[in-house]
């Protein structure tokens, strides 16, 4: 049985992933509403669900800013899902290409297993100064394939979709996406 389509608020850098916004297309039935910015995330999945996508090649070099984005992005949504991508969001030829499995030790090595920590410690003392919601969970997911990445996003949204407080206003009839300007 085929899952029904879900349809999310995209920001023009996630549809410049064009792997990724295949995966979530094609893999996940995810309709990409494209959006010129939807500020410090990537999804907008509901008004209180947002996803962010990190790449872990950039983890080390760009964490602070990457704590300090989500510490932001927690007073406008209460639930944020951080997936760190240990993949390539651009298409690459048949000769250079990388199966997951080859890439992932390349990816957990030291300097990056140091930055997830060390990412997690700032939010934590984001938390501890004030500057993150207390409010606001954040859950990490840790995608090794864009179709890994489209799934997660898939299963979050379906969880949100299943928390649905509104009696369907906002789940079922998404116009709503359509007409935003953000």
Known sequence: MARPLHTYMAS???INKRVLAHALES???IKLIRQQSL???DLILD???A???ISLSALPQNCGQYVDNVSQESW?????LVVFESFDSEPCSQSTSITAAESTPRTYIFPVLEAVEKFKQGLSTAEASGTK???TFVNYAFAATADEAALFTRLYGDQAEAGDETSGAVWCNRAWLEDQKV
């Not at 406008?76 to 944020?80: H, K, P, Q, S, T």
Request: aromatic share 8%.
């Open 12 to 14: 023009t850098g996630l």
């Open 27 to 29: 893999t996940a039935q």
């Open 39 to 41: 500020g410090g995330v």
């Open 47 to 49: 008004p209180s669900t």
């Open 51 to 53: 996803i962010i996508f």
């Open 76 to 80: 406008r949504f209460l639930r944020l």
């Open 133 to 135: 919601n207390l409010e």
